[in-house]
């Protein structure tokens, strides 16, 4: 087959269709989105006063 036929069969390939990688792979594990850690119930202070200005903000527009 002539590389026009085989175009033609196929399609053009630029080299996206080969290995799929994990998608989680590379990514930092975080807890900052856990419910305990968004409330600042797990006892640091810093966490308690995000929590604090967290709330303010969901109340301000209510």
């Known amino acids: ?8 069969m196929n399609g053009i ?6 290995e ?3 998608p989680t792979e590379g990514k930092v594990k975080t ?4 419910k305990k850690y968004i409330t600042g ?3 640091s202070g810093s966490a ?6 967290r709330e303010q903000r969901a109340n301000r527009h209510k």
């Open 13 to 18: 390939n630029f080299g996206r269709g080969g």
């Open 48 to 53: 308690k006063q995000k929590a604090k200005y």
């Open 20 to 22: 799929r990688k994990d």
């Open 41 to 43: 119930a797990h006892g």
């Open 1 to 8: 087959m002539s590389d026009f036929e085989d175009i033609l």
């Open 31 to 34: 807890k900052a989105k856990k």
